[in-house]
């Protein structure tokens, strides 16, 4: 059967919600590209200011009258303890050093460009630690540092180190849920059902008309956020190569993608909107706790210190690796479709009122359930790789295995009730009378 007529029917019904949030993450990004751009224009314009130049003058004099003070109390008391304290309450102590030499204490203060703001003229800069110092390096640039800079739009957040990281990823979870999940409470699933087309043609058509509009409305967001950055931000201060800005855009809409996929599946599995909300919400909150266990245990085996990188990009941050996190999350997303398909060859209205429309698969999510929380809980192993950030103490892993156990058990539970609330209620029903 031609499928251009269907086409236009599930359009038809997806295009309030994909066009709702189509022109609500075009119109973010342009307000987001100009805010952020605007600060960095501002404060360009203060650190050659008059007001700038006299504030760091006084600034200076208030150092060193802070200096003069701490070496009169010394002069005073003669105890570093107290002195210290005394540092403290008046002073930043990371900015004081003592000179055994001269026996004096010194107040350093920071350079013109780091009291205004300007560190560094450049978008993107590397921070570290030099002493008591901080040193803006503009050449050593990663993705974590591209992340953290605020000027990107679709990395506002984080970029691997969970899947609900930004308005990217929550719009295409609302459109996977809500348009299957809705035409089902609505009858309109059913209503295709009878137009004599097949399954599967009805899928593809809802995801054609729903999926590839949002992405393109998000390479539009995107391409709106970097026209806005390279238009009003001299070229020469935007030092993050181009070509790698656009993959690492692509990597977004993998992600995005992959989490579409995710909203498309639990959408069609079920059937109560309250539950199967909290549902989706607690799978995410779970996968953010676990993606972070994975990201620990990747930085560790890749040999970086804990903090390093705070996403999968950032820790294999080459276009060999970007390209083998993407594929893996392709796979993920296809095997969701197929996934997605099946229960769809499958659905009926026989188990409507149910939290899952389809029995066979109430084991399985209580066993995946009963497991996959206290992964999610109980999954960082960083104390083992990084003991000196994570003492533990002989009784912990008892500790540890009992609640892991405890957790397994209120969850299955809990997942128990959630399959049989009909009987539940039938139950409360009877020890009512």
Same mark, same amino acid.
């Given at each position: 059967? #031609?499928?251009?007529? +269907?086409?236009?029917? $599930?359009?038809?019904?997806?295009?309030?919600?994909?066009?709702?949030?189509?022109?609500?993450?075009?119109?973010?990004?342009?307000?987001?590209?100009?805010?952020?751009?605007?600060?960095?224009?501002?404060?360009?314009?203060?650190?050659?200011?008059?007001?700038?130049?006299?504030?760091?003058?006084?600034?200076?004099?208030?150092?060193?009258?802070?200096?003069?003070?701490?070496?009169? =109390?010394?002069?005073?008391?003669?105890?570093?303890?107290?002195?210290?304290?005394?540092?403290?309450?008046?002073?930043?102590?990371?900015?004081?050093?003592?000179?055994?030499? $001269? #026996?004096?204490?010194?107040?350093?203060?920071?350079?013109?460009?780091?009291?205004?703001?300007?560190?560094?003229?450049?978008?993107?800069?590397?921070?570290?630690?030099?002493?008591?110092?901080?040193?803006?390096?503009?050449?050593?640039?990663?993705?974590?540092?591209?992340?953290?800079?605020?000027?990107?739009?679709?990395?506002?957040?984080?970029? &691997?180190?969970?899947?609900?990281?930004? +308005?990217? $990823?929550?719009?295409?979870?609302?459109?996977?849920?809500?348009?299957?999940?809705?035409?089902? /409470?609505?009858?309109?699933?059913? *209503?295709?059902?009878?137009?004599?087309?097949? %399954?599967?043609?009805?899928? =593809?058509? /809802?995801?054609?008309?729903?999926?590839?509009?949002?992405?393109?409305?998000?390479?539009?967001?995107?391409?709106?956020?970097?026209?806005? !950055?390279?238009? %009003?931000?001299?070229?020469?201060?935007?030092?993050?190569?181009?070509?790698?800005?656009?993959?690492?855009?692509?990597?977004?809409?993998?992600?995005? $993608?992959? #989490?579409?996929?995710?909203?498309?599946?639990?959408?069609?599995?079920?059937?109560?909107?309250?539950?199967?909300?909290?549902?989706?919400?607690?799978?995410?909150? &779970?996968?953010? *706790?676990?993606?972070?266990?994975?990201? #620990?245990?990747?930085?560790?085996?890749?040999?970086?210190?804990?903090?390093?990188?705070?996403?999968?990009?950032?820790?294999?941050?080459?276009?060999? &690796?970007?390209?083998?996190?993407?594929?893996?999350?392709?796979?993920?997303?296809?095997?969701?479709?197929?996934?997605?398909?099946?229960?769809?060859?499958? +659905?009926?209205?026989?188990?409507?009122?149910?939290?899952?429309?389809?029995?066979?698969? %109430?084991?399985?999510?209580?066993?995946?359930?009963?497991?996959?929380?206290?992964?999610?809980?109980?999954?960082? !192993?960083?104390?083992?790789?990084?003991?000196?950030?994570?003492?533990?103490?002989?009784?912990?892993?008892?500790? %540890?295995?009992?609640?892991?156990?405890?957790?397994?058990?209120?969850?299955?539970?809990?997942?128990? !009730?959630?399959?049989?609330?009909? /009987?539940?209620?039938?139950?409360?029903?009877?020890?009512?009378?």
């Amino acid at each position: 059967m #031609n499928t251009s007529h +269907l086409i236009k029917i $599930t359009w038809q019904r997806s295009k309030a919600i994909v066009l709702i949030l189509g022109f609500l993450l075009v119109f973010f990004s342009v307000v987001y590209s100009t805010q952020q751009t605007n600060a960095w224009i501002r404060n360009q314009n203060y650190a050659k200011s008059k007001v700038a130049k006299q504030s760091y003058q006084n600034y200076l004099q208030a150092q060193k009258s802070t200096e003069k003070k701490i070496n009169q =109390k010394y002069k005073e008391s003669q105890n570093q303890a107290d002195i210290w304290k005394y540092i403290s309450s008046i002073s930043d102590s990371s900015q004081v050093t003592f000179d055994q030499k $001269t #026996n004096h204490f010194n107040v350093k203060a920071d350079s013109y460009k780091s009291f205004t703001g300007d560190g560094s003229q450049y978008l993107f800069t590397q921070y570290s630690l030099d002493g008591n110092h901080t040193v803006r390096n503009p050449q050593k640039i990663t993705v974590t540092t591209v992340e953290h800079s605020g000027f990107i739009f679709a990395l506002k957040a984080s970029l &691997g180190q969970a899947f609900t990281f930004n +308005l990217f $990823t929550i719009f295409f979870i609302i459109a996977g849920f809500a348009l299957c999940f809705w035409d089902y /409470k609505s009858n309109f699933t059913l *209503l295709l059902f009878s137009s004599g087309y097949c %399954r599967k043609d009805l899928l =593809k058509s /809802k995801i054609k008309t729903s999926l590839f509009p949002l992405l393109a409305f998000s390479v539009v967001a995107m391409g709106v956020n970097l026209a806005i !950055l390279y238009a %009003r931000i001299p070229h020469q201060y935007i030092n993050y190569p181009f070509e790698k800005l656009l993959a690492l855009h692509l990597c977004v809409l993998v992600i995005a $993608t992959v #989490n579409y996929f995710i909203g498309l599946f639990v959408g069609l599995i079920v059937g109560q909107v309250l539950t199967g909300l909290l549902s989706l919400c607690g799978f995410y909150f &779970g996968l953010t *706790l676990i993606l972070e266990n994975i990201l #620990n245990l990747a930085g560790y085996l890749s040999g970086q210190k804990q903090g390093t990188a705070d996403n999968l990009y950032g820790i294999f941050d080459s276009y060999a &690796g970007w390209l083998v996190i993407s594929i893996i999350l392709l796979i993920i997303g296809i095997i969701l479709y197929f996934a997605a398909q099946k229960a769809y060859q499958h +659905l009926s209205l026989e188990e409507r009122n149910n939290y899952l429309l389809f029995p066979k698969l %109430r084991i399985p999510l209580i066993v995946f359930a009963t497991l996959f929380v206290p992964l999610a809980i109980f999954g960082n !192993l960083s104390y083992l790789y990084y003991p000196e950030f994570y003492p533990i103490d002989p009784p912990f892993i008892g500790h %540890r295995i009992i609640k892991i156990l405890i957790t397994m058990g209120i969850t299955a539970f809990a997942m128990i !009730l959630l399959n049989n609330q009909q /009987k539940v209620y039938q139950w409360i029903s009877k020890m009512s009378k």
